[in-house]
């Protein structure tokens, strides 16, 4: 008489099992009380174990297989017994993962039933895609639905959005290494770019990474562009060696903001604006102060003729200052319309090196980021750069009444091998005195 | 800079020490009459007495012992085993007496004491006697364990021993006594424990090895230099306060490790340092960390198969052409 194996309740709350391991397989001898197979419950990994003996005839779900409570799977019979009836009978397992593997109630005799565990997750494993459907894109370089990457080669990747599926893998069984990254980065094509959520870590770090208290916090490093690298060189040669001092000035605006609408309002196209103003201004003043207008060489200063005027413009993934040559000599229309075409091409980076390198003096403006005041780092040789702020309606004491005027805080970094504190004042002293009434600038 | 053998050099850093520091007294079998079983303490009898040099009776746990008790009470005991495969009778005093003692008597004694001699394969000295133990040693807090590669840190690595106040095993390599090399005549020179060197630089590939596999790291390395793989040999020299920043750095540089033991690989200091790389540097790793160890076998006596138990340059060149998916 068969002993019909059926799913065992294991635990209070199980429902259901996963067959985890069979430690008989078919053809063994078992007897009554032996350990049968091993079960995945809800809670633990349990011992099933015969309930009768004889030989273990017929197994009605695979490894890795789940079946409800009370569910045949597994027949235990003498060795010529006809068990077909209770075969047949049997109900279908249920697959603990997309059905890759031969369905259970048909279990293949030639397949060994104590197949090796190890083996079981590269044979079922395959995450969801969606019920089996071969995803459309190439996926070279997987194992079991897997990317196989190594750590190095993961981290590149996710840190230059490369995303990996569209990578092969050079190394053993096609593991993705750094230089099929390397190859795949340098090459950078644009649609190799992926958005964030295919971005593949090693170490998955989860839809957001979370802070944890009293930890430092996480970061990600980015590989340093050439133009970063160019501006960390210069700047790092420009606060170390150069012996920095600033030196802050606050200006009434309201003469300049009025030319500005003055002149806007006769010559709209022209779209003056305030640092074009400050530009002018600054040449001016420069031409008047030749001390601030100087560069420091090695065995010389230089003190420049013109006032070459660099002026920074934010870029995408940095910064660059073309210059407005000889700012001296041109009229506001002309610098107008100078800054906005240099400014333009510094943004499609297409200036030739000649428009950005050898200024005289520089200004930084971060006044439309509603920065009050800062201090800005001298772009070597030159001798001083002037960082502007914004301007704000503020109010201020004026013949003995308190009065509301547009002020802006301006502060120069001056070198100070080339110009000293009583120089820079000066000078700024006159900048000041031309912003606040630019008629200077035709007198 | 004198060009002398690590037997020499050794010599030279017992013979300075104790010359130093009268606290300093030598002891093992065979230390004094004969002048040592590999000669290094020759010489030293005849010149600081038999109080400061003394034979002891085929007593590993006995002497042992003996030193961890003298070290208590204020003196400075080098112990020489024969060979480390002798320390294994002496391990309990070794490990419970003295890696414990300053622990376990509340910082009340220290034990400035270095248990000394050669591990490692020799020529055909079979399982018993070609054992190397330092992951043994180094598993136990408490114990500093140092194993030199070359006749310079063998001496500045041994003073650095002698003058440490905590108990120190210094493991030195059988076939390695006659290795010759540069060694400073300045009677200061001093190699702090915990910090490893690098003997080769290179960017493509980092081999850490130790003791014998120092020398074979960098055959490996100049080999490999011919076919463009440039490779950074680092001997951490202490193996225990492990210099794994060191490693880590140059890890972080290459991408790729290869660890290169004479011991067993399973549970090997080998093991550690692939874990400690794991830990650290993760991110860094293109390939996984391969280890080049003695095989997983008592060492055979036949000398084919000895051959073919300890690691090769051929094995190391493989190695690292493997990380480096060449």
């Known amino acids: 008489m068969a002993t019909q194996v059926i799913m065992p309740k294991l635990s209070p709350t199980m429902e259901e099992g996963q067959l985890s391991r069979w430690l008989k397989k078919e053809g063994d001898t078992v007897s009554m009380g032996e350990p049968l197979a091993e079960i995945d419950t809800d809670k633990a990994t349990m011992e099933m174990q ?48 997309v059905a890759t593997s031969a369905p259970a109630s048909e279990p293949a005799a030639e397949e060994p039933a104590e197949a090796p565990r190890d083996a079981a997750p590269a044979k079922t494993a395959e995450p969801a895609q969606g019920d089996g459907q071969q995803p459309s894109e190439p996926k070279p ?58 971005q593949l870590r090693a170490v998955e770090p989860g839809a957001r990474r979370q802070a944890v208290p009293g930890q430092p916090s ?18 790092v040669t420009s606060l170390g060696p150069i012996p920095h001092f600033f030196l802050t000035v606050e200006i009434e605006m309201d003469r300049a903001a009025e030319m500005r609408a003055g002149i806007n309002a006769l010559e709209p196209d022209l779209k003056l604006s305030l640092n074009d103003i400050i530009i002018k201004c600054a040449a001016a003043a420069l031409l008047q102060h030749p001390q601030v207008n100087a560069s420091f060489q090695d065995k010389a200063v230089r003190y420049y003729d013109h006032a070459d005027i660099g002026v920074a413009v934010a870029i995408e993934d940095g910064l660059i200052t073309p210059i407005i040559r000889a700012a001296d000599q041109k009229s506001l229309s002309e610098i107008a319309g100078e800054v906005r075409d240099l400014a333009d091409r510094a943004r499609n980076r297409k200036l030739r090196p000649e428009e950005y390198m050898g200024a005289s003096f520089s200004i930084s403006n ?66 000041k005195k031309i912003l606040e009434n630019p008629l200077f600038l035709v007198v | 800079m004198a060009v002398i053998t690590i037997r020499e050099a050794l010599n030279q850093a ?22 040592g079983a590999y000669k290094v303490t020759k010489g030293l009898l005849d010149e600081l007495g038999d109080k400061r040099v003394i034979d002891t009776p085929i007593t590993e746990l006995g002497f042992a012992g003996l030193g961890v008790g003298a070290a208590m009470v204020g003196l400075r005991p080098i112990i020489e085993f024969m060979t480390f495969n ?51 040693f180094a598993y136990f807090p408490g114990l500093k364990v140092v194993m030199p590669s070359t006749p310079a840190d063998a001496k500045g690595l041994l003073k650095a021993s002698i003058r440490d106040d905590d108990p120190v095993v210094f493991i030195e390599q059988e076939r390695m006594y006659g290795f010759k090399g540069e060694v400073p005549d300045d009677p200061e020179f001093v190699i702090p424990l915990g910090v490893g060197e690098i003997k080769r630089e290179g960017g493509d590939a980092t081999i850490v090895a130790r003791s014998l596999t120092v020398p074979i790291a960098l055959k490996a390395a100049e080999a490999l230099e011919k076919d463009g793989v440039s490779c950074e040999v680092i001997d951490p020299r202490t193996i225990r306060p492990l210099d794994i920043d060191l490693i880590v750095n140059s890890v972080k540089k290459t991408n790729r490790l290869v660890v290169v033991e004479e011991s067993h690989p399973f549970c090997g200091v080998g093991s550690e340092i692939s874990m400690q790389v794991t830990e650290r540097a993760f991110d860094y790793l293109d390939a996984p960390v391969k280890r080049v160890s003695g095989v997983d076998v008592p ?26 998916y060449l």
């Open chain 1, 50 to 97: 015969a309930l009768g003996s004889g030989v273990l005839r017929k197994i009605l779900i695979q490894e890795g297989e789940s079946a409800p409570l009370g569910q045949l799977i597994a027949i235990i019979g003498e060795p010529d017994e006809d068990i077909s009836a209770l075969a047949n009978q049997a109900a279908p397992a249920k697959p603990a993962e």
């Open chain 1, 141 to 198: 370089a997987e194992s079991g639905g897997r990317l196989i990457v190594s750590p190095l080669a993961a981290r590149m990747a996710a840190e230059a959005g490369v995303d990996l599926r569209a990578v092969t893998g050079s190394g053993p069984g096609g593991r993705i290494i750094k230089r099929d990254v390397e190859g795949l980065i340098s090459g950078a094509a644009p649609a190799a770019k992926a958005a964030p959520q295919h």
């Open chain 1, 218 to 235: 996480t970061y990600h490093d980015e590989p340093i562009s050439e133009m970063r690298r160019t501006i960390a060189k210069r700047l």
């Open chain 1, 366 to 431: 971060l006044g439309m980021f509603g920065i009050d005041e800062f201090t800005a780092v001298i772009n070597p040789p030159e001798g001083a750069i002037l960082a502007v702020g914004a301007m704000t309606p503020k109010p201020v004491v004026r013949d003995n009444q308190v009065v509301v005027r547009q002020m802006m805080h301006v502060t120069m970094s001056c070198d100070h091998r080339v110009i000293d504190g009583a120089t820079g004042a000066k000078f700024l002293q006159t900048f």
């Open chain 2, 14 to 35: 017992l013979r300075e020490e104790m010359l130093r520091d009268e606290n300093i007294f030598l002891m093992g079998e065979e230390v004094a009459a004969y002048q």
């Open chain 2, 86 to 136: 002798f320390s294994i009778l002496a391990t309990d005093q070794i490990i419970n007496s003295a890696a414990k003692m300053l622990y376990m008597s509340g910082g009340q004694f220290n034990i400035p004491i270095v248990f000394r001699g050669p591990g490692g394969s020799a020529y055909q000295v079979s399982s018993q006697h070609s054992q190397a133990l330092e992951s043994w």
């Open chain 2, 299 to 324: 060492m055979p006596y036949a000398k084919n198969l000895e051959d073919l138990a300890i690691p090769t340059v051929d094995r190391v060149v493989a190695a690292v052409r493997e990380v480096s």
